[in-house]
């Protein structure tokens, strides 16, 4: 079982920044497709960027696009997620999602494809 533990969420003005990071408990952390979702208050929960287990191709949603970079860091077991210039659209709380490739591709994770989840982390950004 992987656990995955998010943090650096928290409140900030629009147009600030906040950095999450994600840090896994396996040592087979590289061999895992990562992926950030969030999840609005009555909202469903949307994939916000995903990575593939080498950090070399990456796909980040057209709302966030310019403005969230998502990366990991395989040695020190940790997927992160810089966002930039954040809206009050961006409240939500963020998770980090975790499987296994499928034939040895990542591709776009769904929801329903995600293997393990962290519990979340708040961001609140306010106008």
């Known amino acids: 079982q992987v656990q995955l533990v998010e943090s650096g969420g928290g409140s900030v003005q629009a147009g600030e920044s906040l950095n999450l990071s994600c840090v896994a408990s396996?040592?087979?952390?590289?061999?895992?497709?990562l992926a950030w979702f969030r999840q609005a208050p009555g909202e469903e929960r949307e994939r916000v960027a995903s990575?593939?287990?080498?950090?070399?191709?990456?796909y980040v949603a057209d709302s966030v696009r310019g403005r969230f970079t998502i990366s990991r860091d395989n040695a020190k077991a940790t997927l992160s997620l810089q966002m930039n210039s954040l809206q009050p659209e961006d409240t939500a709380v963020y998770y980090c999602?975790?499987?296994?490739?499928?034939?040895?591709?990542?591709?776009?994770?769904?929801?329903?494809?995600?293997?393990?989840w962290g519990q979340g982390t708040q961001v609140t950004v306010s106008s």
């Open positions: 990575i593939t287990t080498n950090g070399r191709t990456w």
């Open positions: 396996k040592d087979t952390f590289s061999r895992y497709c």
């Open positions: 999602a975790a499987r296994l490739p499928r034939a040895r591709l990542c591709g776009l994770i769904s929801q329903n494809d995600v293997e393990h």
